[in-house]
């Protein structure tokens, strides 16, 4: 069946400025982009759909090329805490989950960000204690790299105040006794206490998060989740039931954890291997944590916590290893590098290993200097960026750094113009997976809240750069260039179409536009009420 769309302003995003007046599709693929008439005579006497776009503006299907979608599910069915704005207004929410579930059960919460508060200190046990005795609770810091837990918790793990730090983590301890705060590869003492998860769980808060993504616009996401729910197996089933099974058209590009790499190879999987929906992308490995909870790696340290440098996940040699194992395994990697130490120990290593064809994938890529970037212009490499976290990050992150450091940091402009590949993402659930909030954070570098202040005005992207982070970036990252990312004859019938023109409305018109229709290979998949 041909579909045909028309009468709508459609950006092909092969160069800037480039656009079509109707684009012809046929069983999922763009069969030719041209006029109304031209294409129209192209189908000839074959059935035809036609798709009015009423006026809206169509782009290809934004991407989002670094999240964790099942992650964005959990968040939407758990506790939220990412939008409170104060620890007492947490530990209310807290007191209040407990009174509502009978005793004994988890409380489990996400997003909480003591950077966003008045009061900056962090919840203890203790405090947890006084109000949920009954339960153990755990609540995810926003940027996953921490954890506060408390007693009851900490008991049901086995955890007490002779408990050695395990490696690439953090125990918490003041005065020699726990905090309730377990950090990076710490959380994963936790794992064992945590109620069991059924498949069902992994499956409803993966509908949840498609339906979410759809609202936004996304059509494809590059997500790491395959090592965080039991069984690599039942994860990965529960992508092939939702997607494939059930009907959810979604690109899902699947980042596999080293930790399930073992089982990903012995089930006879490869790089870029799978189904029409759900593929198999780079091995994913932690090289240090985040910058919110001092465990990003960095070469200086932190400016405002003397004698600190951060987590190094693994040591420089651990870290070769693994890259070496993904060549055997003819992969490429994608390594969370948020501190330059981090970074650094991650060319060191794929140099010492380098790909055979594929593009690696730095994650993050925050703090950096000029003989780093130096040394990534000469490799076949992508970075995942997150504008997001530059509304997110500033002004505390210039503390926590120092202000004399603050250069090449968050430098997305310099990026590009030294000739490195950049991919747009969210990180969610760390950010919102809107990716219209991340072309604002690109292209303006302003809090949505606070229009006025600019941070690193010299680093803005222009919007067509933006938009291209999470479409030609996103696809060219997974290696999809050629067939995705662009509205070009060949290319997957996957689209975005908003309620009005941001080249023409300006920035500031991304908090506010609607997204009007999403469409994955051809069908539509979410469309805004009327």
Avoid at 66 to 71: A, K, P
Avoid at 324 to 341: E, F, L, N, S
Avoid at 434 to 449: D, F, N, Q
Avoid at 465 to 473: A, N, Q, R, V
Wanted: proline share 5%; hydrophobic share 40%.
């Amino acid at each position: 069946m041909l579909q045909l769309f028309k009468n709508g302003t459609i950006y092909t995003m092969e160069q800037e400025g480039a656009m079509a007046e109707a684009v012809l599709t046929s069983n999922g693929k763009i069969k030719a982009v041209g006029t109304e008439a031209e294409l129209s005579a192209l189908a000839g006497s074959e059935d035809i759909t036609t798709i009015d776009l009423n006026g809206k503006t169509m782009f290809p299907g934004f991407v989002d090329s670094h999240l964790h979608i099942v992650g964005v599910g959990e968040t939407l069915l758990k506790l939220d805490l990412s939008g409170m704005k104060s620890r007492q207004e947490v530990l209310d929410a807290v007191k209040k989950k407990a009174q509502e579930l009978p005793k004994g059960e988890w409380i489990q919460g996400d997003g909480w960000n003591e950077n966003q508060w008045e009061d900056s200190s962090v919840p203890t046990a203790a405090e947890l204690d006084e109000i949920a005795p009954d339960h153990p609770v755990m609540l995810k810091r926003i940027c996953r790299h921490a954890v506060v837990v408390n007693s009851f918790a900490l008991f049901l793990a086995r955890i007490d105040d002779q408990t050695p730090d395990p490696e690439g983590g953090v125990i918490e301890k003041k005065d020699g006794r726990l905090t309730g705060q377990l950090k990076d590869q710490a959380q994963d003492l936790m794992i064992p206490a945590l109620p069991p998860i059924e498949d069902e769980y992994i499956q409803n808060a993966l509908r949840t998060a498609l339906e979410h993504a759809w609202s936004l616009g996304l059509t494809g996401g590059h997500t790491e989740d395959l090592s965080y729910y039991g069984d690599f197996t039942r994860t990965y089933r529960a992508f092939q039931k939702v997607i494939e099974e059930e009907g959810r058209p979604f690109r899902a590009h699947l980042l596999v954890h080293h930790h399930v790499i073992e089982d990903w190879h012995r089930q006879g999987h490869s790089f870029r291997s799978g189904s029409r929906y759900v593929e198999f992308g780079a091995m994913k490995i932690f090289a240090d944590g985040a910058l919110g909870g001092r465990t990003a790696l960095l070469k200086n340290g932190y400016a405002d916590a003397p004698g600190e440098k951060g987590v190094a996940i693994h040591s420089p040699e651990k870290l070769k290893q693994l890259v070496w194992k993904a060549r055997q395994y003819d992969m490429p990697v994608a390594v969370h590098t948020i501190g330059d130490q981090a970074f650094e120990y991650m060319l060191d290593a794929i140099e010492a290993f380098p790909s055979n064809g594929e593009r690696d994938r730095l994650i993050h890529a925050q703090i950096l200097d000029e003989e780093l970037i130096k040394r990534a212009e000469k490799l076949p490499i992508v970075l995942d960026i997150q504008p997001r976290f530059v509304p997110s990050d500033f002004p505390w992150v210039e503390e926590r750094i120092g202000h004399d450091r603050m250069k090449f940091n968050y430098a997305w402009r310099t990026l590009l113009n030294r000739g490195i590949a950049c991919a747009g993402g969210s990180d969610a659930p760390i950010e919102p997976v809107s990716p219209l909030l991340g072309i604002h954070a690109a292209v303006t570098r302003t809090k949505p809240e606070e229009p006025g202040t600019v941070y690193g005005e010299s680093e803005k992207l222009s919007m067509y750069e933006g938009i291209s982070l999470f479409t030609k970036g996103s696809a060219y990252a997974c290696h999809h260039e050629h067939d995705r990312g662009v509205i070009q004859s060949g290319f997957a019938a996957d689209f975005t179409v908003l309620s009005a023109d941001p080249f023409k409305e300006g920035p500031e018109s991304l908090l506010t536009l609607d997204i009007e229709r999403t469409i994955v290979d051809g069908k539509t998949v979410y469309s805004r009420p009327v």
